[in-house]
């Protein structure tokens, strides 16, 4: 069966340990002089080594050789400890066994001599999900720990634990890795697997786990599981890594702003499919909310609000803490996410809109693609006319609340008149959405009409059949093709 190479490489010996030499050089010497902890508190992000020189300790503390403070390998106790069949090392996730009577369980096991090795360890993981009751029922084991007892508690968020609990331990802080150490430790990876893989891909894959060893492991492993005879390329690592940069952000930001969450939510979910790093992504996206932060101080951005930047600013860095705090990365972006475009929507905040769900159409696709098609210098100009007042259309649509996901879609937008049409151009598919929506068409058509000061309908406006065709049904089949999409209304 095959073994994700993150387990399979996970270090034996501290001497493996790639980028915590702070922690395993006190370890070594504490094991190598006996001077022994009955209790370790392991803090820091996610994949960096926690757990790992967790079950280094409890196989060194027990060990009948260490060699240097590392565990020998060779003997009984070690060889039991690797197979995982210790009975006297306990791993427990307090993320699903959180409650006071876990611990009670635990301490009634206290009293009962290891039975072949010297200590009982107990690796506590994710402790900070512990219960407060659970907490008050440990931390009496703490006061008093039987000499043959030791206790690794292991968090991501240390900030959530009683601070009795941690003033009884020995703390060590882990570090992110650096990018050095993580390519370095890849590429020894790589060699020993037979993998082929250039230097530029090392990098890409360091940069994009941000200091996480077992995230640019698992990025590694999606690589090489494409094609296994291939090496891996820059380009490679790109593609998995989805990394397409400002465009990326650009449409999420887009949609947030029409304040679909329903979309963004999608959006989300397939970046995170892509395997993003999504701590990087939350940067992103911070930085393109300040950058029109700026726009909209030097005006150069007129058509986002100053006051909405600046609360999505903050929600968007208190997200960066919590993720940085070790919270579930994906869940907060999207709680981030939600309230963005509820923010961003004219529409009544109460009203749920996650449980709207779309009809089923892949109409929409085609529109989206006919509109990006467009090419202006093809275009009969006989035909359509260029709507000069469209600016001023858009200008008074501002003015109308319930428009505002409307407006902000048409941003760079452009409109054409024809007979009794005005028929739209953009390249955001979120317009065309709305404009689906008949509350939406007509407030829009109100407006026109007051600025044009004559009715008109709406559509869309169609390049490629203006473009190929030359006669006079090209209308006619805009305008049939919109009302099949729902979009046009009929006469
Ligand atoms: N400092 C490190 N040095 C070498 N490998 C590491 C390191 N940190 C994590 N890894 C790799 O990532 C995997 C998961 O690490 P783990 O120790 O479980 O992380 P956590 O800090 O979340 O407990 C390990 O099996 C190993 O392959
Ligand atoms: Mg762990
Ligand atoms: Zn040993």
């Given at each position: 069966m095959y073994k994700a190479l993150y387990r399979k490489w996970r270090?034996?010996?501290?001497?493996?340990?790639?980028?915590q030499n702070h922690i395993t050089d006190v370890l070594k010497n504490e094991v190598n002089t006996g001077r022994i902890s009955h209790a370790y508190l392991f803090v820091g992000s996610?994949?960096?080594g926690k757990t790992t020189c967790a079950k280094i300790l409890s196989r060194a503390v027990n060990c009948q050789n260490p060699v240097n403070g590392n565990p020998?390998?060779?003997c009984e106790i070690c060889k039991s400890t690797e197979s995982e069949t210790?009975?006297?090392i306990v791993e427990i996730d307090a993320a699903s066994n959180n409650g006071v009577e876990n611990i009670r369980d635990m301490r009634e096991e206290l009293v009962y001599t290891p039975t072949k090795c010297k200590y009982r360890v107990y690796i506590v993981d994710?402790?900070?999900?512990?219960s407060t009751g659970a907490f008050n029922a440990f931390l009496k084991t703490l006061e008093e720990p039987p000499a043959h007892v030791i206790f690794i508690l292991a968090t991501?968020?240390?900030?959530?634990?009683p601070a009795t609990i941690v003033s009884r331990c020995q703390k060590f802080v882990f570090h992110r890795v650096s990018n050095e150490d993580i390519c370095a430790r890849l590429k020894y990876i790589c060699e020993q697997e037979k993998i082929e893989i250039e230097d530029d891909a090392l990098n890409v894959i360091a940069q994009a786990s941000d200091g996480g060893m077992r995230d640019a492991l698992s990025i590694l492993d999606q690589c090489f599981n494409i094609n296994k005879s291939q090496k891996i390329t820059k380009e490679i690592v790109k593609n998995i890594l989805g990394i397409t940069g400002q465009d990326v952000i650009k449409n999420l930001c887009d949609i947030i702003f029409s304040g679909n969450s329903t979309e963004s939510l999608e959006f989300l979910e397939n970046i995170h499919k892509q395997s993003v790093n999504l701590l990087k992504f939350c940067e992103d996206l911070i930085k393109y909310f300040r950058d029109i932060m700026i726009e909209i101080i030097t005006k150069?951005?007129?058509?986002?609000i100053l006051e909405d930047i600046l609360y999505s600013l903050e929600i968007l860095q208190e997200t960066h803490r919590n993720i940085n705090f070790g919270n579930d990365r994906k869940i907060s972006l999207e709680i981030a996410i939600i309230k963005l475009c509820s923010r961003f929507?004219?529409?009544?905040?109460?009203?749920?809109?996650?449980?709207?769900k779309k009809e089923p159409e892949e109409p929409q696709e085609n529109i989206i693609k006919n509109t990006s098609e467009?090419?202006?210098?093809?275009?009969?100009?006989e035909l359509t006319d260029?709507?000069?007042e469209w600016r001023d259309i858009l200008t008074e649509m501002q003015k109308d609340s319930s428009l505002k996901s409307l407006c902000m879609s048409l941003k760079n937008s452009q409109a054409f008149k024809h007979e009794n049409y005005i028929l739209i151009k953009s390249t955001n598919s979120m317009a065309f959405e709305l404009l689906r929506k008949a509350e939406c068409r007509n407030s829009l058509k109100k407006i026109i009409h007051k600025i044009l000061g004559k009715a008109y309908n709406i559509g869309p406006y169609n390049s490629e059949n203006l473009s190929k065709t030359n006669n006079n049904n090209i209308l006619d089949s805009i305008i049939s093709k919109a009302k099949l999409h729902n979009i046009l209304e009929e006469n």
């Amino acid at each position: 069966m095959y073994k994700a190479l993150y387990r399979k490489w996970r270090p034996r010996k501290f001497d493996d340990v790639i980028g915590q030499n702070h922690i395993t050089d006190v370890l070594k010497n504490e094991v190598n002089t006996g001077r022994i902890s009955h209790a370790y508190l392991f803090v820091g992000s996610r994949g960096i080594g926690k757990t790992t020189c967790a079950k280094i300790l409890s196989r060194a503390v027990n060990c009948q050789n260490p060699v240097n403070g590392n565990p020998c390998e060779q003997c009984e106790i070690c060889k039991s400890t690797e197979s995982e069949t210790e009975l006297d090392i306990v791993e427990i996730d307090a993320a699903s066994n959180n409650g006071v009577e876990n611990i009670r369980d635990m301490r009634e096991e206290l009293v009962y001599t290891p039975t072949k090795c010297k200590y009982r360890v107990y690796i506590v993981d994710e402790v900070h999900m512990l219960s407060t009751g659970a907490f008050n029922a440990f931390l009496k084991t703490l006061e008093e720990p039987p000499a043959h007892v030791i206790f690794i508690l292991a968090t991501t968020e240390s900030h959530k634990l009683p601070a009795t609990i941690v003033s009884r331990c020995q703390k060590f802080v882990f570090h992110r890795v650096s990018n050095e150490d993580i390519c370095a430790r890849l590429k020894y990876i790589c060699e020993q697997e037979k993998i082929e893989i250039e230097d530029d891909a090392l990098n890409v894959i360091a940069q994009a786990s941000d200091g996480g060893m077992r995230d640019a492991l698992s990025i590694l492993d999606q690589c090489f599981n494409i094609n296994k005879s291939q090496k891996i390329t820059k380009e490679i690592v790109k593609n998995i890594l989805g990394i397409t940069g400002q465009d990326v952000i650009k449409n999420l930001c887009d949609i947030i702003f029409s304040g679909n969450s329903t979309e963004s939510l999608e959006f989300l979910e397939n970046i995170h499919k892509q395997s993003v790093n999504l701590l990087k992504f939350c940067e992103d996206l911070i930085k393109y909310f300040r950058d029109i932060m700026i726009e909209i101080i030097t005006k150069k951005n007129k058509n986002l609000i100053l006051e909405d930047i600046l609360y999505s600013l903050e929600i968007l860095q208190e997200t960066h803490r919590n993720i940085n705090f070790g919270n579930d990365r994906k869940i907060s972006l999207e709680i981030a996410i939600i309230k963005l475009c509820s923010r961003f929507s004219g529409k009544n905040k109460s009203e749920n809109k996650i449980q709207v769900k779309k009809e089923p159409e892949e109409p929409q696709e085609n529109i989206i693609k006919n509109t990006s098609e467009i090419d202006i210098s093809n275009i009969n100009t006989e035909l359509t006319d260029n709507l000069t007042e469209w600016r001023d259309i858009l200008t008074e649509m501002q003015k109308d609340s319930s428009l505002k996901s409307l407006c902000m879609s048409l941003k760079n937008s452009q409109a054409f008149k024809h007979e009794n049409y005005i028929l739209i151009k953009s390249t955001n598919s979120m317009a065309f959405e709305l404009l689906r929506k008949a509350e939406c068409r007509n407030s829009l058509k109100k407006i026109i009409h007051k600025i044009l000061g004559k009715a008109y309908n709406i559509g869309p406006y169609n390049s490629e059949n203006l473009s190929k065709t030359n006669n006079n049904n090209i209308l006619d089949s805009i305008i049939s093709k919109a009302k099949l999409h729902n979009i046009l209304e009929e006469n």
